[in-house]
């Protein structure tokens, strides 16, 4: 195996290797090496973990009695061809029989053998049937297998044949993360890293949820008590430096990662965001076609690529590369906004009014989720489900999307191609019937949007998105339309503080939620601060609506002849 060696495991390695000189072969000293490479493991220690288990085979130990573990760390350093040599035979003790199988099966899933690894799982099941860390690796397999509700039900035995065991209370809380947002994820990684308090991977776990949770204090006091310079702990710093602004150190700190912490996706968009930030538009815009290219169907990418074209002055390139995407019910606002910007830029007015207006409609889109299944079948049903709701042929897209969802009863992802199905045909009950059981596995923004369009009862669509902003506190769009509902209630206090966290979590460019700050800066007395948002809002796009209406209401008494003039380009616009 080839896991990299850092300090902290070498002087571990120094201290198991002289653990295990020769003249400790008893049946003792045996033990107390499986347990330090047990517990090396469990720390994430990879090096010290495998070195302790070497040194009992040098010394005579039976492969069998350690197969399990070398397989366990094998897979924990990526290493499928050495995890086939330790897994493969079969050849484990009574002892590490389980362990031996769970590996095995761990082995087949990464190989996306799934049923492989069932028939694997299920042997342990048949020596183990209450072991915790076996019903995670179940429910892995049925999230994979598109059997999420399963899982979940998988996690909750994990969690209750083990309430102290940390591989259960991490599923949970990825599980609960997907669900219910990093601010309800965070307790459950808290509770496993309570149990290993040594493991590296736990901690910036947890570190990294705390970050997406805006818990940036919190997040910085964890990684602190980690491994400063691994790659990991650097990276999880970049990301939290810049959500606060500060690029510079960001950019040190994934330099400081090496090519390890810059390698992956996250990390060159990462990169690219920071360039984009500080000035280096080209930069950007060179690695995000990049990673534009690897990853289609990313839409943050997408929209990072045309700010970062439109930024460097390539409007043509933006139009042709994305108006027409722009346009479908796949676009998002932004994304709208930028194309729509580009237009005015070309002169192409009218074109430009379209997108714009076309921007400022929240309506949810009713494009499907990104299936989990890795089934062609299943992929093919899903494009045929959004092409015909696209098409408005929702009997078709109905007819298929209960068809899906019988095949695959636990798949969150065919519950909500179904609650799209119902919602495009009308059938708001059914539609928020599967789209309430596919978020219990899985909720991100867009569902929550559609869980909320059709929802006729406005106290419960406000619910809906004050849960959503209590699990998710940085979601930007979700903060600005919570703070929509509360200003129709009047409540100006409550909306003008979730604005302004919404223009901190990237509403910023987002006009009518700068017009919205206006308005309730307006309402609460404050004029100079609503005349400020309001030109923000109208410097921003001209044309918007929401923006020209701000500026009105905040223009001051004596400035008549501009608050006609944006009267009649209102009126104007209204008549088209």
Not at 298 to 309: E, I, S, T, Y
Not at 312 to 322: A, F, M, Q, W
Not at 412 to 435: C, K, P, Q, T, V
Not at 521 to 544: K, T, V
Request: net charge positive; charged share 25%.
């Amino acid at each position: 195996m080839t896991c990299r060696r850092d300090r902290r495991a070498r002087v571990a390695l120094a201290a198991l290797l002289l653990f295990g000189m020769p003249g400790c072969a008893d049946q003792n000293a045996v033990l107390n090496q499986y347990d330090s490479a047990r517990a090396a493991l469990d720390a994430g220690d990879l090096v010290a973990g495998e070195a302790a288990l070497r040194a009992m085979l040098a010394d005579g130990t039976a492969k069998q009695e350690i197969a399990a573990l070398m397989g366990e760390a094998a897979l924990a350093c990526g290493d499928l061809a050495q995890a086939h040599v330790w897994l493969d035979p079969g050849e484990f003790s009574v002892a590490t029989r389980v362990l031996g199988l769970r590996m095995q099966g761990r082995l087949a899933l990464r190989k996306g053998n799934l049923t492989a690894a069932a028939k694997a799982f299920d042997q342990a099941y048949v020596i183990a049937p209450e072991n915790p860390e076996l019903w995670v690796d179940i429910g892995r397999l049925r999230y994979r297998g598109g059997e999420q509700l399963q899982a979940v039900e998988a996690a909750d035995r994990a969690v209750g044949f083990g309430p102290l065991n940390a591989e259960a209370l991490r599923f949970r809380g990825e599980l609960a993360r997907d669900a219910f947002g990093p601010n309800n994820a965070a307790p459950w990684f808290e509770a496993a890293l309570a149990t290993r308090p040594d493991n590296s991977d736990l901690r910036d776990e947890l570190a990294a949820t705390l970050g997406d949770a805006g818990s940036v204090n919190q997040a910085l006091d964890t990684l602190r008590s980690t491994l400063p310079n691994s790659a990991r702990s650097l990276y999880l710093r970049a990301v939290i430096a810049a959500r606060g602004g500060n690029y510079l150190l960001a950019r040190s700190l994934l330099q400081r990662a090496g090519s390890a912490g810059r390698g992956s996706p996250a990390a060159r968009m990462l990169s690219a965001i920071i360039d984009l930030e500080t000035g280096n538009v080209a930069s950007a815009a060179q690695a995000l076609d990049r990673l534009a290219s690897e990853q289609p169907d990313n839409a943050l990418v997408r929209d990072l690529l045309a700010q970062a074209l439109l930024k460097s002055g390539r409007e043509g390139e933006l139009v042709r590369r994305y108006s027409t995407f722009a346009a479908g019910p796949a676009g998002s606002p932004y994304l709208r906004t930028l194309v729509g910007r580009a237009y005015e830029a070309m002169g192409r007015r009218d074109l430009a009014a379209r997108f714009l207006d076309l921007a400022a409609l929240r309506n949810p889109s009713l494009s499907a989720l990104p299936s989990g299944a890795n089934n062609k079948g299943v992929l093919a049903a899903r494009d045929a489900i959004r092409a015909a709701i696209a098409g408005r042929n929702t009997r078709l897209a109905r007819q298929k999307a209960r068809d899906l969802a019988k095949r695959y009863p636990g798949s969150a992802d065919a519950l909500a191609l179904l609650g799209d199905a119902e919602f495009a045909s009308g059938n708001r009950r059914a539609a928020r019937r599967a789209y309430a059981t596919s978020a219990q596995v899985r909720q991100p923004w867009a569902l929550t949007l559609r869980r909320v369009a059709a929802e006729p009862d406005r106290a419960r669509a406000i619910s809906l998105l004050q849960t959503y902003v209590r699990g998710n506190p940085t979601e930007g769009e979700a903060l600005a339309l919570l703070a929509d509902a509360y200003a129709a209630n009047g409540e100006w206090h409550r909306a003008a503080d979730l604005l302004d966290a919404a223009l901190v979590n990237g509403m910023a460019r987002v006009p009518w939620v700068l017009g919205a700050r206006s308005v309730a800066a307006r309402q609460l007395g404050d004029s100079a601060a609503a005349l400020e948002f309001a030109l923000a809002a109208h410097d921003m796009q001209p044309m918007n609506e929401a923006a020209i209406a701000a500026l009105i209401a905040a223009l001051p008494d004596d400035e008549a002849d501009a608050r006609s003039e944006l009267e009649a380009k209102l009126g104007a616009l209204r008549l088209r």
